[in-house]
């Protein structure tokens, strides 16, 4: 943690829910500094204003330039396939599949019968 981090700011106008993600309780939201510079924070909302906050690897592995570390190669491969195809509610649907850029049965459908492709809210 800098000295910096207890002056920024989150905007609320960002902040995204992460519960359904599997992280109940987090957001994920910009902060701006000072300068007006912005950057990404995960969020625990119970930790908000707290005195002790941590406040995490400001330079987390994952976020730097460069090739990616063995450890997140391996995350990502064993990551599953999932559809992807927009929602009636403009989320990505979520259903697994058995390889990248594969349509769940509802979408392949869809696709089939030439309709946009959004499956019901859900
Ligand atoms: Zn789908």
């Not at 910096?4 to 993600?21: C, F, G, N, S, Y």
């Not at 491969?77 to 990505?92: L, S, T, Y």
Request: aromatic share 6%; charged share 30%.
């Amino acid at each position: 943690m800098t000295t910096d981090d207890r002056a920024k700011l989150i905007d609320p106008t960002t902040e995204v829910w992460l519960a359904e993600h599997g992280l109940p309780g987090f957001t994920v939201a910009e902060t701006i500094d000072a300068g007006g510079n912005r950057q990404f924070w995960i969020v625990d909302r119970d930790q908000l204003g707290g005195r002790d906050v941590d406040h995490g690897n400001e330079s987390p592995a994952h976020e730097q330039t460069g090739f990616l570390s063995e450890r997140w190669h391996d995350r990502i491969a064993a990551a599953p396939f999932r559809c992807c195809r927009p929602r009636r509610d403009g989320r990505p649907c979520r259903i697994l599949v058995r390889s990248a850029d594969s349509a769940c049965a509802y979408h392949r459908r869809q696709q089939k019968a030439g309709v946009d492709g959004r499956s019901p809210k859900s």
